[in-house]
């Protein structure tokens, strides 16, 4: 019982995230703090951009859930915290690496699933601009495009 509590906490905060990630790129990313993303969307890459630090606000409150579960021992709160930064893991590897290639790792990655990502991210892409942008989300990503991959797989 104790495991499957703590697991299903790591769970539901991983899911929680995609869907907090979702939101602030929809209304944060592209809302007040576009300065901050806009450098994402130039078509230029470099080796470091502005929008890296969005990493950094998302590793805030897994930090806290784990320093202060392992303080004031709640263990629940640690898991949670995991499942944040296990999110960001999984981000990291998606979206800077299989997606935008910023390091050559997986590069022959033929999975329908992350071709469908690939492609609604590059969707995202296609407007440099803060307005008029499609496809938020990361992991999961409009029904359309995974259809469009497994069809053709
Ligand atoms: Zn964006
Ligand atoms: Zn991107």
Request: aromatic share 20%; hydrophobic share 50%.
């Amino acid at each position: 019982m104790y495991y499957l509590i703590n697991v299903s906490l790591f769970i539901t905060s991983f899911i929680l995230m995609e869907f907090a990630a979702w939101f602030a790129h929809k209304y944060i990313m592209h809302g007040f703090l576009w300065w901050l993303h806009e450098d994402h969307h130039s078509g230029k890459y470099h080796i470091f951009q502005k929008n890296d630090s969005f990493a950094l606000f998302f590793a805030i409150p897994s930090w806290l859930c784990i320093m202060l579960g392992l303080m004031w021992g709640n263990d629940g709160s640690v898991w949670f915290g995991a499942g944040i930064a296990a999110y960001g893991v999984t981000y990291f590897f998606v979206h800077e690496v299989i997606i935008h290639q910023r390091i050559k790792w997986f590069r022959n990655i033929k999975h329908p699933y992350f071709l469908a990502l690939r492609r609604a991210h590059k969707v995202h892409h296609k407007k440099l601009t803060k307005e008029g942008c499609e496809c938020f989300g990361m992991l999961i990503v409009p029904m359309k495009y995974f259809r469009e991959s497994f069809k053709k797989a």
